[in-house]
């Protein structure tokens, strides 16, 4: 029989046990044995993984995808065909009866934009009805240049060509629908593929021949430019980060050794100067910015009279000499201009493609001596979209009728290193998640442990007794 004070011992030691459970966690490196389907596993590597595809059975535009990832637009010769990114069937088509040279898309996928060759603007919402009806179709007056519409989905841009030459802002926030608010003529000519729109929609900027522009929607006149700065060469590629607060802007002259890209902020700096200019040898092509308004990505055009390969810029807009290129990556010989990038919120991976000699191409940001791409794909790229934290990404090829196919859209999920679930990494950049675990787990089985090698104890100086 054990005794009355044994019995304490034992009483003691459970409490003592189930009370160090929970004064005390532990945290120790969590390797992939998670099991909780809502943690993400971290991958050992990164890898490029296709969902599915959609192939494309005529001439195919433009494709843009909308920052939640719930819709995908993409535009052909003479349709608009509107996906859920869950699955490669079209929820709406509409016949725009004409090929359409741009297309824009709400942050929530909400509101769709489409400019064509002939002049016509249509914006569509992403609801199903049947027939399928554009809540907007506007003629701005010549061949559209470029489209765009603000996260929020309140403000449209356009900007029209010859003899036009004008951008045009819509108020899309009113309740009997979108309405024309201001246009503002560029007598100089207006750049294709030069406009961009901060996310309420407050600040647009555009590329003209030799300008860059920028216009404030909240001024009392919006439709008078903040500022305009002149450059020497034409301007080439442009983006402004979702507050407004920084505008990129390439500038170059084909076939010379001269070329730039600049960083302006919304004030345009009351020097009148660009916060920094960073010398390329040729003009530029596409640029993107990150969320944060930490890093950009622009291109440098192609040039075969001399010969300039294509390259690609990722530059820092902050640190101490931020205008120093973090890395470059440079083309095959005689590869056509990156014609498409995307870049994600933190500025950690860059995607791009280049037509004519076709390759899509994922990159990291970290710097190293020869730069390498993660990933690259075969094909005639026309536009290619990261989401926001790099997870998924939505590829548009055009094959030109291989096959009788001449393309195709394909969506992808991108495992990262510290990806695989939805969480962000640690910033280590580790391919280990830190977990919490309570030390009580180890205590348990400690004390359970104890109280029966103390049993045994008692028993056995029982029996010698």
Same mark, same amino acid.
């Given at each position: 029989? #054990?005794?009355?004070?044994?019995?304490?011992?034992?009483?003691?030691?459970?409490?003592?046990?189930?009370?160090?459970?929970?004064?005390?966690?532990?945290?120790?490196?969590?390797?992939?044995?998670?099991?909780?389907?809502?943690?993400?596993?971290? !991958?050992?590597?990164?890898?490029?993984? @296709?969902?599915?595809?959609?192939?494309?059975?005529?001439?195919?535009?433009?494709?843009?995808?909308?920052?939640?990832?719930?819709?995908?637009?993409?535009?052909?010769?003479?349709?608009?065909?509107?996906?859920?990114?869950?699955?490669?069937?079209?929820?709406?088509?509409?016949?725009?009866?004409?090929?359409? !040279?741009? +297309?824009?898309?709400?942050?929530?996928?909400?509101?769709?934009?489409?400019?064509?060759?002939?002049?016509? #603007?249509?914006?569509?919402?992403?609801?199903?009805?049947?027939?399928?009806?554009?809540?907007?179709?506007?003629?701005?007056?010549?061949?559209?240049?470029?489209?765009?519409?603000?996260?929020?989905?309140?403000?449209?841009?356009?900007?029209?060509?010859?003899?036009?030459?004008?951008?045009?802002?819509?108020?899309?926030?009113?309740?009997?629908?979108?309405?024309?608010?201001?246009?503002?003529?560029?007598?100089?000519?207006?750049?294709?593929?030069?406009?961009?729109?901060?996310?309420?929609?407050?600040?647009?900027?555009?590329?003209?021949?030799?300008?860059?522009?920028?216009?404030?929607?909240?001024?009392?006149?919006?439709?008078?430019?903040?500022?305009?700065?002149?450059?020497?060469?034409?301007?080439?590629?442009?983006?402004?980060?979702?507050?407004?607060?920084?505008?990129?802007?390439?500038?170059?002259?084909? =076939?010379?050794? @001269?070329?730039?890209?600049?960083?302006?902020?919304?004030?345009?700096?009351?020097?009148?100067?660009?916060?920094?200019?960073?010398?390329?040898?040729?003009?530029?092509?596409?640029?993107?910015?990150?969320?944060?308004?930490?890093?950009?990505?622009?291109?440098?055009?192609?040039?075969?009279?001399?010969?300039?390969?294509?390259?690609?810029?990722?530059?820092?807009?902050?640190?101490?000499?931020?205008?120093?290129?973090?890395?470059?990556? @440079?083309?095959?010989?005689? !590869?056509?201009?990156?014609?498409?990038?995307?870049?994600?919120?933190?500025?950690?991976?860059?995607?791009?493609?280049?037509?004519? +000699?076709?390759?899509?191409?994922?990159?990291?940001?970290?710097?190293?001596?020869?730069?390498?791409?993660?990933?690259?794909?075969?094909?005639?790229?026309?536009?290619?979209?990261?989401?926001?934290?790099?997870?998924?990404?939505?590829?548009?090829?055009?094959?030109?009728?291989?096959?009788?196919?001449?393309?195709?859209?394909?969506?992808?999920? +991108?495992?990262?290193?510290?990806?695989? =679930?939805?969480?962000?990494?640690?910033?280590?950049?580790? @391919?280990?998640? +830190?977990?919490? #675990?309570?030390?009580?787990?180890?205590?348990?089985?400690?004390?359970?442990?104890?109280?029966?090698?103390?049993?045994?104890?008692?028993?056995?100086?029982?029996?010698?007794?």
């Amino acid at each position: 029989m #054990i005794k009355k004070n044994t019995k304490s011992i034992i009483i003691l030691t459970i409490l003592l046990g189930l009370t160090l459970s929970t004064l005390f966690p532990l945290s120790i490196q969590a390797i992939s044995s998670v099991t909780d389907p809502d943690e993400p596993i971290p !991958s050992q590597s990164f890898s490029v993984v @296709e969902l599915w595809k959609y192939n494309i059975t005529s001439d195919s535009h433009k494709m843009v995808m909308s920052a939640d990832l719930s819709s995908i637009a993409l535009t052909n010769d003479t349709h608009i065909l509107f996906f859920n990114s869950s699955s490669n069937s079209t929820l709406w088509t509409y016949d725009m009866g004409y090929g359409s !040279s741009h +297309v824009d898309i709400s942050a929530d996928g909400e509101y769709i934009i489409a400019g064509l060759w002939n002049g016509t #603007i249509y914006l569509f919402n992403k609801s199903v009805t049947v027939p399928k009806k554009p809540i907007l179709k506007y003629d701005i007056g010549g061949p559209t240049r470029d489209v765009a519409i603000s996260g929020n989905g309140d403000y449209i841009a356009a900007t029209s060509g010859t003899p036009n030459n004008t951008l045009y802002l819509f108020n899309n926030s009113n309740p009997s629908g979108p309405v024309l608010t201001w246009k503002y003529n560029a007598s100089n000519g207006l750049d294709y593929d030069g406009l961009a729109i901060s996310a309420t929609g407050e600040y647009i900027t555009m590329l003209g021949y030799f300008e860059v522009y920028l216009f404030n929607n909240s001024y009392a006149d919006p439709k008078t430019p903040v500022w305009m700065n002149t450059t020497t060469y034409s301007a080439g590629g442009i983006d402004i980060s979702p507050d407004g607060d920084y505008i990129v802007a390439g500038e170059g002259n084909p =076939g010379s050794d @001269e070329g730039y890209i600049h960083l302006f902020d919304n004030t345009y700096s009351t020097t009148k100067q660009a916060i920094w200019s960073y010398p390329t040898n040729c003009d530029m092509g596409k640029a993107a910015i990150s969320a944060n308004g930490n890093y950009v990505a622009v291109s440098k055009n192609s040039d075969n009279s001399p010969v300039i390969n294509s390259t690609l810029y990722y530059l820092s807009t902050t640190g101490s000499n931020p205008k120093t290129s973090l890395w470059e990556y @440079e083309c095959k010989t005689n !590869s056509p201009e990156f014609r498409t990038i995307s870049i994600t919120a933190d500025g950690k991976y860059i995607a791009a493609g280049t037509g004519g +000699v076709p390759t899509a191409y994922m990159f990291n940001s970290d710097a190293s001596a020869s730069k390498q791409p993660l990933w690259t794909a075969i094909g005639n790229v026309v536009d290619i979209q990261l989401s926001l934290d790099g997870r998924y990404m939505c590829l548009h090829r055009n094959n030109f009728g291989t096959d009788g196919i001449y393309g195709n859209l394909t969506f992808y999920q +991108v495992n990262l290193p510290s990806y695989n =679930g939805g969480e962000k990494d640690d910033d280590d950049d580790d @391919e280990t998640q +830190v977990g919490l #675990i309570p030390m009580g787990y180890y205590f348990l089985p400690i004390t359970l442990f104890g109280i029966a090698a103390l049993t045994i104890l008692i028993k056995r100086k029982v029996s010698n007794t």
